[in-house]
């Protein structure tokens, strides 16, 4: 498969919604550059990649898993505020999820294989609902009318190597939730940690004051940890820290 087949696909697949805009250009919100596979025992393994704007958000062996984040990431701009949502970088290992800021998917270049050989599992997700009175995170299917069938095959002859699937949909037991923090800042309190789980949430269209107080109640059921590290690498064993 090269990248036009894989627009071919993504037209099948979306067709409800694909819409032809005669003469109006935009610049593309997202992007994917899919990598033809080369046959032989020796050939290298293509790497597949979504783009949002110019940075990568998504990186695998698999060209249905780079389809089904694109999916993932366009359903989100049709999720409403019904739910308590969190916008942030999450992975998961053995039924529990770990919540980071959003923005460690910048270096998931250099994460993505080191978290998969520590067992976790990344969603390819922007976001993640919720559930406060259950203390899980739960990974959704996209919302969006897809005609899945269109991706059958795309993986024939796919060498995913040591890589992991993406997280599976399903509900998971919030283990931990954590938030950038200098080292050379105060010891952090528990309304600090609220305050930096709040600002990755829908918290103010999903209802202020009931967002906080379900947040700060979460927040006393489960760990928070204020994390910082120089260099990427470094997350995998600060994760490993949190084990019981």
Known sequence: MNTSEADAVIRRALKARVVTLDGVEAPPN???RIEPEERG????RPLHQLFRSSNLIVRSRSPERV???LMTRLAAFEAD????????????RDGEAIVLPSVV??????LQSRLNRAGYQVADGDHVTIDPGTAEVVIDEPSLPVDWAALDGLDEGVRPGSELPAAPVGRYRLRAWGFFRRPEQTTPTRADAVAGALTATNFVSYGAQRGMDEIAELLERVTWFPLWYERAEELPEILARLSP
């Open 67 to 69: 389809v089904r984040a």
């Open 81 to 92: 505020d019904t739910r308590l949502r969190a916008f942030s970088f999450v992975v998961v």
């Open 41 to 44: 025992a020796n050939r290298p």
């Open 105 to 110: 998917v910048n270096q998931i270049k250099v």
């Open 30 to 32: 997202f992007s994917m």
